[in-house]
């Protein structure tokens, strides 16, 4: 648990990456220390066993004192690295050596054989053989391969040192760097959660992980606060808007309550009871839309005959064109098939007539039609009225947009918002098609098939 | 007609209870859900009204219970919350109509008025044929006569007549011509209904003195077929 929670700190991981790497080195120190031991060992038995094979075929050939003498020539013209000898004779008495024994002497090799040589005690590798009238015992002093032995240790040891202490330098270091760079993100979030939305991760321009990882964190602050700003803009669009009814309501109930004929107090309830209608009206058209703008993920939308829909609303607002001495003349494909909840197209639909019938002068024709182009259905209405500004068609799709030419006309701006969040809630959406000299919406709708 | 008031805000509950009486009904009013489904299992009721949120026990989970223990009582659904699938589910789970939070007193009226001894008209063997005084309307021949004289109408026109003519002598209101007849949950600003009404009535009533639709002020329409 502990060593998993190490692991996931930069410096843990380095340093535990340092450690193995410091483990390696030393099993590679072990293996070449017991490689070069066991070679130099080896080197020394050869000698010795070349030097017992001279000296025995010396014994057989010139006896016990020929061996003597050879010994006491080598014993006289001995180096640091020169073999020691000595040679006894059968009852065990020493007839000659460059070395006094303090091992028992066997027979055969004997790993170590400690000895004497004047002041100087050692420990070598012996071969002892059996000469005629006695036997010879060839020493090498192992001291020149302790030597070296230790030599190798402490490289072992010393490499394994360094590699630990660069190890966790190298943790401590990067641990350091990884810390201060996301101290700055650290820092930035903090100021943000305390309330400066403002503030972004600054960026070295490296290209870096981190730097991307900045980047990546800056985006998403700007996404964030780009949806926060709309929020923002629609509560106060809403709040805004509503407060002209509210205020209207207001006055008209306190005209009711200063009226004195009864007649006159019917008319201004009734006229309070309208200017609340309107403010539930509009509660109604914003509920609308964001329970349409939730709709993509929580409803399966089933195929409808888009054609026989369109048909039925020209059907419907036929009548009222007619009696407002407009015109609404239709051009809908047969057989049309959506994916989509038929009401909520409806309502699209109706917004789009009834925004024609409102906002048009009179004798305006307005135009429904309706076709499939691959796997999008276009749905558009048309009019030859004014248009509206171009500077108004950017924003006509927002809540509470209207043209300033709609001002003076009722309305409450939230239509053709609900118009886009129905297309949108499709997997469509609502464009302008047309703003001047006549105005026109167009709905992309995926097509059934 | 007896009927229940399930409601939890007393200021609805009395508004409701006190209309009720008025209009001649002898109302019974509960405060929450767990005392709701007691007294309407425990009296007879022509109607209950019954809140979607309510304490103790909740709106859907109290028609569930009852229409689970076999009661088919007529059962009036109120809601603030008037969602496309809140409306569904409300019927689903047994309610017989569902009717969404502010409303008109008279909406209400109209409707307890439209649930309450339903299945109206099913003559057996004349199944296609609605038939009020002296207007027969057959659904399938798609044909309406008036005293024998034949009357030529659009589709949506037939469809409102044919929703009047279901519903004899009860008040229809304008937010139930518009769900029934065209399927439109929401309100539009135009006044359709009202349009295709009179375009049906001047039709009908072309050469007779009578006027076959009667016009309830404030409340909706009626074929009274007299």
């Known amino acids: 648990m502990m060593l998993l929670r190490l692991w996931r700190s930069t410096f843990g991981s380095v340093a535990i990456v340092a450690i193995a790497f410091a483990l390696a080195t030393v099993c590679i120190g072990v293996v070449s220390y017991v490689v070069t031991h066991e070679a130099l060992e080896e080197q020394l038995d050869h000698r010795v066993a070349i030097e017992s094979g001279a000296l025995s075929a010396d014994a057989r050939e010139g006896g016990l004192t020929s061996v003597a003498r050879a010994i006491r020539l080598r014993g006289d013209a001995r180096t640091s690295s020169s073999l020691d000898y000595l040679l006894i004779g059968s009852g065990g008495q020493p007839i000659a050596g460059t070395v006094t024994p303090l091992t028992p002497i066997g027979n055969g090799y004997e790993e170590l054989f400690r000895f004497r040589r004047g002041d100087h005690i050692g420990v070598g590798q012996s071969l002892t053989t059996q000469v005629p009238g006695g036997r010879l015992v060839v020493i090498a002093d192992r001291r020149d391969l302790d030597e070296i032995d230790r030599t190798l240790e402490s490289l072992v040891a010393g490499a394994l040192a360094a590699m630990l202490a660069l190890g966790i330098a190298a943790a401590a270091l990067i641990g350091w760097l990884t810390r201060r760079r996301l101290a700055r993100i650290d820092a930035t979030a903090q100021a943000i959660i305390a309330g400066d939305l403002g503030r972004r991760v600054a960026r070295d321009g490296s290209g870096s992980e981190f730097d991307r990882l900045a980047a990546t964190l800056n985006r998403m602050l700007d996404r964030i606060s780009a949806l926060m700003d709309n929020l923002r803009q629609v509560s106060s669009d809403v709040a805004h808007d509503l407060r002209t009814p509210l205020t209207r309501l207001c006055n008209q109930l306190e005209r009711a309550a200063c009226e004195d004929g009864d007649t006159g107090r019917m008319l201004a309830i009734q006229a309070a009871r309208d200017q609340a209608d309107e403010l539930l009206e509009i509660f109604a058209a914003i509920l609308r839309i964001a329970e349409v703008e939730g709709l993509a993920e929580r409803r399966a939308l089933k195929p409808i005959d888009l054609s026989d829909l369109l048909e039925e609303m020209v059907e419907t607002y036929g009548p009222d064109f007619e009696a407002s001495d407009r015109r609404l003349v239709s051009d809908i494909a047969p057989g049309l098939l959506v994916r989509g909840d038929r009401r909520l197209l409806a309502q699209a639909v109706s917004n789009l007539l009834e925004n024609a019938l409102r906002h048009t002068p009179v004798g305006t024709t307005a135009k429904l039609s309706s076709l499939t182009r691959g796997q999008w259905t276009v749905v558009e209405l048309e009019d030859d009225g004014p248009g509206v500004p171009a500077d108004a068609s950017d924003r006509i799709f927002q809540r509470f947009a209207r043209a300033e030419t709609s001002r003076t006309t009722p309305g409450h701006g939230l239509g053709l918002a609900l118009v886009r969040a129905v297309a949108v809630g499709h997997g469509g959406d609502a464009v302008l098609s047309r703003w001047e000299d006549g105005f026109g919406v167009r709905m992309r709708l995926p097509t059934a098939v | ?226």
């Open chain 2, 1 to 226: 007609m007896r009927i229940l008031i399930v409601e939890d805000d007393a200021q609805t509950r009395e508004f409701v209870a006190q209309g009720l009486s008025q209009a001649g009904h002898q109302a019974t009013v509960s405060p929450d859900g767990r005392d709701g489904l007691f007294q309407a299992t425990g009296g007879e009721f022509d109607a209950i009204v019954v809140d979607r949120l309510l304490p103790g026990l909740d709106g859907l989970a109290l028609v569930r219970a009852l229409r689970a223990a076999g009661d088919v009582t007529p059962i009036l659904m109120l809601t603030a919350v008037g969602g496309i699938a809140d409306r569904v589910e409300g019927l689903e789970n047994g309610a017989d109509d569902y009717l969404v939070k502010p409303f008109a007193f008279s909406e209400l009226a109209a409707r307890l008025n439209a649930i309450v001894r339903r299945p109206v008209i099913r003559a057996s063997d004349h199944s296609h044929l609605l038939k009020v005084g002296d207007i027969v309307l057959d659904l399938h021949r798609r044909t309406v006569e008036r005293a024998g004289r034949r009357v030529h109408l659009q589709p949506r026109e037939f469809a409102l007549l044919a929703e009047l003519l279901r519903n004899p002598r009860r008040v229809m209101t304008r937010t139930m011509l518009l769900e029934r007849v065209w399927d439109f949950d929401f309100d539009p600003k135009t006044n359709i209904v009202e349009t295709h009404l009179s375009r049906l009535r001047s039709k009908l009533n072309a050469g007779f003195d009578e006027d076959a639709i009667e016009t309830i002020r404030g409340a909706g329409y009626m074929i009274r077929g007299e």
